[in-house]
Structures are given as structure tokens and as C-alpha cells.
């Protein structure tokens, strides 16, 4: 079965700082890469950042370059997601999901989501 749990959201400052977590199913790490995706509402679910499966290669979007860090830690099947410098447009609930790394795009192989964590940054 498929495990994607994201946490580490919250309610911060602009200009604040967070770190998201995600654990997923032991299968998906070593194999797949991974990424993180956000979506406020009313809006499009989009990728934020990817990392291959030996963190050889990220990338991520133009709004987040230079402020978020994506990383993995393969022996604890956890993805993370260093957030600095956070912004009121920041703002989405963040999810988690793998799948095969392409061009600076990540492919998911499944549907599948996790319930996300939700980030707020306001004054």
C-alpha cells in the first residue's frame, strides 16, 4: 500500500521559516523520485520542487528558487522541505508524491494523495 504523510505545516510570519516532512512506504524510496506540490483553493495543484532518487538532480518552481530546499533522507523514507524567506502567496496546503523524473518534471505513477499539511504565512 501506498503511504504518503506529510507534516510540519503551520501558521508563520511572513519572512518566516518551516519544514515539511513527508514519510513515505519504504517501496517508493530508492526507486522513485520524489516531489512536493501545493494547491490554495481555487486553484491548480502545482510542483513546487523534485529530487531523483539519489538526490543527483532538483528543481524547482521560479516562485520558491532560492528559498525552498527540497531533500530526502532515503534510509528514514522521508522527504523534506526547507521553507525560508516565506511569503503570503506561499500559502496552500503541501503534498508529497513520487514518481519518475524527467526533463525538471516529475511523473507520478499513481493518483494517490495524502491529506497534506497545511501552510499559512500571514501577519
Known amino acids: 500500500q501506498v503511504q504518503l504523510v506529510e507534516s510540519g505545516g503551520g501558521l508563520v510570519q511572513p519572512g518566516g521559516s518551516l519544514r515539511l516532512s513527508c514519510a513515505a512506504s519504504r517501496s517508493i524510496f530508492s526507486i522513485y523520485a520524489m516531489g512536493w506540490y501545493r494547491q490554495a483553493p481555487g486553484k491548480q495543484r502545482e510542483l513546487v520542487a523534485a529530487?531523483?532518487?539519489?538526490?543527483?538532480?532538483?528543481n524547482y518552481a521560479d516562485s520558491v528558487k532560492g528559498r525552498f530546499t527540497i531533500s530526502r533522507d532515503n534510509a528514514k523514507n522521508t522527504v523534506y522541505l526547507q521553507m525560508n524567506s516565506l511569503k503570503p502567496e506561499d500559502t496552500a496546503v503541501y503534498y508529497c508524491?513520487?514518481?519518475?523524473?524527467?526533463?525538471?518534471?516529475?511523473?507520478?505513477?499513481?493518483?494517490?494523495w495524502g491529506q497534506g499539511t497545511q501552510v499559512t504565512v500571514s501577519s
Open positions: 508524491n513520487y514518481g519518475t523524473y524527467n526533463g525538471g518534471r516529475l511523473y507520478r505513477l499513481s493518483d494517490y
Open positions: 529530487i531523483t532518487t539519489t538526490s543527483a538532480y532538483t
